[in-house]
């Protein structure tokens, strides 16, 4: 049982001393003004304190609350249902807290169901509301905010003359558990990474456009979460006020630099011929990207991508695109618009298989798809007529198209580390091929046409 504190704001007056009796009369006579508050909304603190009943508890003070939604709480719910009421109102330590009260209070709290809602609250995926990792999110939040803004950007710097007020805020908010607060400081951490990479991008145009003036903002020397944010908001002037000048960049190299996208105004670099994206955490390609109409070097590898926009079928200059070490699971339909483009490298994604348009890039000499989830290659692969060089080493190829033997420029091909079973008969077409890789397939023979290979000089075919 739990010491019962007086909480005069809620309770009838009564001298501080006087303990509440069970025998008392549930709520305020004839003529007592009755102050209708929230429902549930202080009952954790009252309950964190209390030492009887819930039921008594409940009683005592249920004409205190609005009685329309009391009527309905006692018709329709259960000890337990009202014990789950309670705790969905209460910030994640007072639920730690409750559940040491009682048995009942421990299985209340510990409830899967409270936590599933609390996750939803926190709008966390559905496997990822348990309690543990919701504790774990609510400790690396606070933790984040304390560790990288609290105490890099320091309230009582002498440099800092008046603390932001939006800084004050973040400060009580890092002491908080309510579910709200909790979910503030996670918004709040979404808009502070977000500003960080604003203004990586912004320093690294302004240094490759070659633009004087005013310098842009530097990350060393933000001394606050609330500058962090205002002086990204500067960006969009600033390019705006540049426009023409950036409208003349030809290269912009913005790798390792922690972005997860890329500002909308990219597309307004119109005379951009080489991008470099490589070593951040794109998770996606902005649609402008369509708009860099001049674009002949696109890298993205390294990141994070789990798809391409159908807008790069725009880049009709394009010649070089890497997309290496992402998550791509297919390629847009619109890469066979891309009319111009000689080396496509996407090792290390999950593609399952290549669009038909894939043979439309009738100038492509370099594809690069090993280390995939390849199955099978599609038969139009054999109209790429300046294909130099084939490498779709470890995929689950079970066959290759007898396509295959119409690529009459082809030098190199590797099949290595596959299920094929055989290899076609139309292979001893490839007049020009001068490396071929089966290595760690599961061949018990190699066609006759193999001996047609003129130019063959390096044949692997072990463990088969």
């Known amino acids: 049982m739990l010491h019962l504190f007086r909480m005069p704001y809620l309770l009838p007056s009564k001298t501080e001393s006087s303990p509440i009796s069970p025998d008392e009369k549930s709520g305020p006579g004839p003529g007592d003004k009755v102050n209708k508050i929230k429902p549930l909304s202080y009952l954790p603190k009252l309950l964190s304190n209390i030492s009887y009943p819930l039921g008594k508890v409940i009683t005592y003070f249920l004409p205190h609350f609005e009685k329309s939604y009391w009527d309905k709480i006692a018709a329709t719910l259960s000890n337990e249902d009202i014990k789950y009421e309670i705790l969905k109102q209460c910030d994640i330590s007072v639920i730690g807290k409750m559940q040491q009260v009682s048995k009942d209070w421990f299985v209340a709290a510990n409830d899967i169901n409270l936590w599933n809602s609390i996750g939803r609250q926190m709008q966390l995926p559905t496997n990822q509301c348990d309690k543990e990792n919701i504790k774990k999110i609510t400790l690396e939040t606070k933790n984040n905010i304390k560790n990288n803004f609290l105490s890099t950007f320091d309230f009582h710097c002498p440099s800092i003359s008046s603390p932001n007020v939006f800084d004050i805020k973040v400060n009580k908010l890092a002491s908080s558990y309510t579910i709200d607060d909790i979910n503030t400081l996670r918004l709040i951490l979404r808009q502070a990474d977000k500003a960080k990479e604003v203004i ?43 426009l023409v000048e950036l409208s003349q960049l030809q290269m912009l190299d913005v790798s390792n630099n922690q972005l997860t996208s890329l500002p909308a105004e990219i597309g307004k670099l119109t005379q951009l011929q080489r991008l470099l994206v490589e070593n951040n955490q794109l998770t996606s390609l902005p649609a402008e990207i369509g708009q860099l109409a001049q674009l002949q070097t696109l890298g993205v590898r390294n990141n994070q991508l789990t798809s391409l926009p159908a807008e790069i079928g725009k880049l009709v200059q394009l010649g070089w695109l890497e997309v290496s070490n992402n998550q791509l699971t297919s390629l847009p339909a619109e890469i066979g618009q891309l009319a111009q483009l000689q080396r496509l490298i996407v090792r290390n994604n999950q593609l399952t298989s290549l669009p038909a348009e894939i043979g439309k890039l009738i100038q492509l000499m ?68 001068w490396g071929l890789d089966v290595r760690n397939n599961q061949l018990t023979s190699l066609p006759a046409e193999i001996g047609q290979l003129d130019q063959l000089q390096r044949l692997l075919v072990d463990n088969n």
């Open 366 to 433: 370099g594809l690069v798809v090993s280390n995939n989830q390849l199955t099978s290659l599609p038969a139009e692969i054999g109209q790429l007529v300046h294909l130099g060089d084939l490498n779709v080493h470890n995929n689950h190829l079970t066959s290759l198209p007898a396509e295959i033997g119409q690529l009459a420029q082809l030098a190199g091909l590797d099949v290595s580390n596959n299920q094929l079973t055989s290899l076609p008969a139309e292979i001893g077409q490839l007049a020009q091929l």
């Open 200 to 242: 990586n991008f912004w320093n690294a145009l302004k240094n490759q456009a070659q633009i004087g003036g005013e310098a842009a903002p530097q990350l060393d020397q933000i001394e606050s979460i609330g500058e962090l944010l205002s002086q990204a908001e500067g960006f969009q002037n600033w390019f705006q006020n540049h």
